[in-house]
């Protein structure tokens, strides 16, 4: 069964450092979003992308946060600078006909 | 403005019992709701959705929901809890206005927790 691939599955970095996040989605399927769930909460939706382009990024920190996915295919979420209240996890996941499908997630630490 | 609410932070129950996950929505329009189940440091897996006909909505591992309209209630419910059903349960709605993009609204998540 096909799934959603992400890396790293967790990353520990110190604050004022870059990081990134790397999301594979489920082929064929055009919509990608990313999440960031904090530890009790639900996932909160980051960016939401239509093959290469965005259609909503209004939750999205946009002065450190930035996404892209340049071929409509594979993404990547970037943080720079990383603070220690973006410590969380990071999920991505693919739509078909409406149906999210998540990846596994990745655990970020800022220390 | 659409909304989930999930008014149980924890819900405890004994293996073999029946339980229930509450979640009550807001949203305008028809509502497309979902529950999805997410088990220690894993991505969240899609249990069920409701979005049109029969109330009663069959779903993975033997989970069940009830759409009512009426009380804006979409709860989910197992006949015969196993321990293994132990995680954190999410209920869902799709914001369907115009312009939305189709953005699924979280709610808090409730911890399922089944003692042997």
């Known amino acids: 069964e096909a799934e959603v691939a992400q890396s790293p599955r967790y990353k520990i970095t110190e604050k004022s450092q870059a990081v990134a996040f790397w999301c594979d989605p489920i082929s064929g399927h055009a919509t990608l979003y990313w999440y960031r769930q904090i530890l009790g909460q639900g996932p909160e939706l980051l960016v939401q992308?239509?093959?290469?382009?965005?259609?909503?990024d209004s939750q999205l920190p946009k002065d450190r946060f930035s996404a892209e996915r340049l071929k409509g295919v594979d993404s990547t979420l970037k943080i720079q600078p990383a603070e220690l209240g973006d410590s969380a996890m990071y999920l991505c996941?693919?739509?078909?006909?409406?149906?999210?499908?998540f990846g596994p997630g990745t655990r970020l630490t800022v220390t | 403005a659409q909304s989930v609410a999930q008014p149980e932070d924890q819900v405890n129950v004994a293996e073999g019992n029946p339980l229930t996950v509450k979640c009550t929505y807001s949203?305008?329009?028809?509502?497309?709701l979902f529950w999805y189940v997410q088990y220690p440091n894993r991505g969240l897996q899609f249990l069920l959705k409701y979005i049109t006909g029969d109330n009663l909505v069959k779903g993975s591992y033997g989970f069940e929901a009830e759409f009512n309209k009426s009380q804006t209630s979409f709860h989910l419910k197992k006949p015969s809890a196993l321990v293994s059903d132990s995680a954190l349960y999410f209920c869902a709605v799709r914001d369907t206005r115009a312009g939305s993009a189709s953005k699924i609204i979280f709610g808090s998540g409730t911890r399922l927790s089944i003692r042997p």
């Open positions: 996941a693919s739509a078909r006909l409406g149906e999210q499908y």
């Open positions: 949203v305008s329009g028809n509502p497309y």
């Open positions: 992308f239509q093959d290469e382009s965005v259609v909503d």
